[in-house]
């Protein structure tokens, strides 16, 4: 029973370009979270979804930023014209139903150069 | 404004010795976890407490959830050096969503052999 898929593992991308960071969640879960971790600070909630919907995207910087968990594929966090402090690791985490139990990916980690 | 405060930041203990980590808040939450991240991993979860007052073992370690529902700890008894990590304290405000979670600031934990 495979974990939480998230790739790339690492991504390094200029000022300006466009980052995208995609996660499988475990078989059978149905929800999915996106987390950042800035170095020195903890896990700071960004959206939640679940398929083909946007429940809570409280956490989610109003610019450049979004995320979407189509029907078929991966859920993916699209970071547009990137900027040095967008760099941190980016967590996935999915639960099968809407329960308090969160399975983290190993996570993505943005470099901004 | 952090929600939820852990102490200490940084912990370097022998091999062998008891340790006790803490994590407090003003804010009541329906259920709080524990996990633990090793560097360059996803955190994995340790444990959920749900009632107040209400201890769980897993092993060498003790989690405690207050009676009020605002703080909780850990406790390992004899600490072994694949003890060592971040251990991070998350929990669901109680009338929030079950599955935002509010992570706290962490403790890093080494344990020297």
């Known amino acids: 029973n495979a974990g939480v898929m998230q790739n790339p593992r690492h991504l390094v991308r200029r000022r300006g370009q466009e980052a995208r960071l995609r996660c499988s969640p475990m078989?059978?879960?149905?929800?999915v979270y996106w987390y950042r971790q800035l170095p020195e600070e903890g896990l700071k909630f960004m959206v939640y979804?679940?398929?083909?919907?946007?429940?809570?995207e409280s956490g989610m910087p109003k610019e450049r930023f979004s995320a979407e968990f189509p029907k078929e594929g991966p859920s993916i966090l699209r970071i547009q014209q990137v900027v040095r402090g967008d760099s941190a690791a980016y967590f996935c985490?999915?639960?099968?139903?809407?329960?308090?139990?969160?399975?983290f990916g190993e996570g993505s980690r943005l470099t901004v150069l | 404004t952090q929600l939820l405060e852990q102490s200490p930041q940084f912990l370097s203990i022998q091999e062998g010795e008891n340790l006790t980590v803490y994590c407090n808040s003003s804010?009541?939450?329906?259920?709080l976890q524990w996990y633990r991240q090793e560097p360059g991993e996803g955190p994995v979860l340790l444990v959920t407490?749900?009632?107040?007052?209400e201890v769980k073992k897993l092993k060498r370690l003790t989690f405690q959830f207050g009676d009020a529902r605002k703080d909780s700890s850990l406790h390992i008894t004899a600490a072994q050096p694949g003890d060592t990590g971040l251990y991070l304290c998350?929990?669901?405000?109680?009338?929030?969503?079950?599955?935002?979670?509010?992570f706290g600031t962490g403790t890093l934990l080494a344990v020297q052999p």
């Open positions: 407490v749900v009632t107040g007052g």
């Open positions: 078989k059978g879960h149905s929800h």
């Open positions: 979804l679940q398929k083909e919907n946007i429940i809570d």
């Open positions: 804010s009541v939450f329906s259920s």
């Open positions: 998350a929990g669901s405000l109680l009338g929030g969503a079950t599955n935002k979670l509010i």
């Open positions: 985490a999915s639960s099968p139903i809407h329960s308090g139990e969160l399975f």
